[in-house]
């Protein structure tokens, strides 16, 4: 059995056979048997391992992350067709170069409903089910499978206690209504802190001086905004818009 791997960066484009038994390791060491020149990739990144019965990838504490199929993982069976993503450089395997018992090895059993829910040994990479179901649709139906795609991909990085953590930032791409709604209730925030030392100059000291008002008004303004970014963006971990909209919630919840 052998399978054929297309690894692009930049312009660049390297193509790798891999055979039964073969384990390779992908990374900028000179000593990996597959290296990239992407420096957002670790020394030795990840490691690929054919074997009789399927590929499996393992991260290798890499900085950046390997992702499947736009979903970060630790480990996890590969299929053909799938998407690698290490630093900026693109993994596929090719359905061109594999042979007829890698096709029957590496397709994924089953139909493909059932893929949304197929736990793999280390993480769960169900953006794979999700973009094979939902073949290019667009509209509400496509954006419930996504969202339930996510709430599926949490639990199962619970169940089977994943070391790795979603970031508050892929949350909000992940769940892109409450991320939309957070930046909004800051931004609207914002607003109110930057209009608030009119109002209150408008109701503490309307007859005062023009001169007089535009001094307080610059010094409430610094004052106020200065305690606004430090507070929502630098001394809490979540903004008021992720407190409100419950990412902070998922978050914690993991």
């Known amino acids: 059995m052998k399978v054929t791997l297309n690894l692009r960066y930049k312009s660049k484009v390297q193509e790798h056979v891999l055979k039964m038994g073969a384990t ?3 990374g900028r060491s000179s000593k ?14 990840c490691r690929l391992n054919l074997k009789h019965n399927g590929l499996e990838i393992a991260d290798l504490d890499s900085k950046n992350g390997t992702y499947l199929n736009g979903i970060r993982i630790e480990q996890s069976e590969l299929f053909l067709g ?13 359905e061109k170069g594999a042979d007829q018992e890698a096709f029957e090895v590496l ?5 493909l409903k059932d893929r949304l829910a197929y736990e793999l040994k280390a993480d769960f990479t169900g953006a794979r089910g999700q973009n094979q179901k939902s073949g290019g649709r667009r509209g509400k139906s496509a954006t419930k499978e996504e969202d339930d795609t ?13 070391k790795i953590k979603l970031s508050k930032e892929e949350i909000r791409s992940r769940y892109r209504m409450k991320g939309i709604l957070a930046a ?27 001169e007089e008002r535009l001094t307080i008004i610059f010094a409430l303004e610094g004052l106020f905004l200065a305690t606004f970014i430090l507070g929502n963006f630098k001394l809490s971990k979540f903004t008021l818009g992720e407190k409100v909209t419950g990412i902070s919630k998922i978050y914690s919840d993991q």
Do not use: Q
Request: aromatic share 6%; charged share 30%; with cysteine.
């Open 82 to 94: 799938d998407e690698l993503k290490i630093g900026d450089t693109i993994v596929t395997l090719e």
């Open 32 to 45: 990996c048997d597959l290296r990239t020149e992407d420096e957002k990739t670790s020394s030795r990144h």
């Open 24 to 26: 390779m390791v992908l």
């Open 150 to 162: 996510r709430k599926l991909e949490i639990e199962l990085r619970k169940k089977i206690k994943s």
């Open 184 to 210: 909004l209730v800051d931004v609207g925030s914002f607003l109110i802190v930057l209009s608030a030392p009119l109002f209150l100059i408008n109701y503490f000291a309307p007859t005062a001086p023009a």
């Open 107 to 111: 397709t994924f059993p089953g139909p």
